[in-house]
């Protein structure tokens, strides 16, 4: 959600851009007369990257916990606005090395072009080399850039990959994160791990 909120933000500076994780605090005028654009990712990864953000094994407890964190923080929102006109879900794995992709589906549904400069910015900025050497140099994921929301460790060693849950989670991790998100794989057509 950074990412794309960093895409919507540099690239539409004259519109107010909100970042959410879910949007229970929101008053519903706000979120029925606002256009929404949602992020979605693979489950497994979404995981994978939150237990590597603490830097903890990934332990079958510390899996469930995760399930908790990522759920309080608003996974299921896609299933609930997924279909509704004012709203543009992207997958993760669509855009986040296909900026080219991000800029073309977001102009579509705003019905406003990224400026040609704005978009060399973001390219610029936002790429996986980039942000992850600002990452780096910010160190902890408790420390951050207020203007940008990149953290300290926001980039792992699996650098954005998609699929690597793989080689870091067990069988029995991937089965309980895949049968809790079984309708969010479904509804977003992610292969099942099995």
């Not at 990864?45 to 990934?58: E, F, M, N």
């Not at 004012?86 to 090395?97: C, G, H, P, T, W």
Request: proline fraction near 5%; aromatic fraction near 14%.
């Amino acid at each position: 959600s950074t990412l794309l909120w960093n895409i919507l933000r540099v690239g539409y500076p004259q519109k107010r851009v909100i970042k959410t994780h879910g949007f229970n605090a929101l008053p519903e005028p706000l979120i029925s007369h606002s256009q929404i654009i949602m992020s979605v990712r693979n489950p497994l990864d979404v995981i994978s990257s939150s237990i590597l953000r603490y830097q903890k094994p990934p332990t079958m407890e510390f899996v469930c916990k995760q399930i908790e964190e990522i759920d309080d923080r608003g996974i299921w929102d896609t299933l609930k606005f997924k279909g509704q006109s004012n709203v543009l879900i992207l997958k993760y794995e669509d855009f986040s090395s296909d900026f080219d992709y991000a800029f073309r589906r977001i102009e579509k549904f705003i019905k406003l072009p990224i400026p040609i400069d704005r978009r060399e910015a973001i390219n610029a900025e936002f790429s996986i080399d980039a942000v992850e050497r600002k990452s780096s140099s910010l160190g902890s994921f408790h420390k951050y850039d207020t203007e940008d929301q990149i953290h300290g460790s926001h980039i792992s060693k699996f650098r954005g990959a998609s699929n690597y849950y793989r080689e870091f989670l067990g069988d029995e991790e991937v089965y309980r994160i895949y049968s809790h998100y079984l309708k969010l794989f479904e509804a977003f057509e992610y292969e099942s791990p099995h």
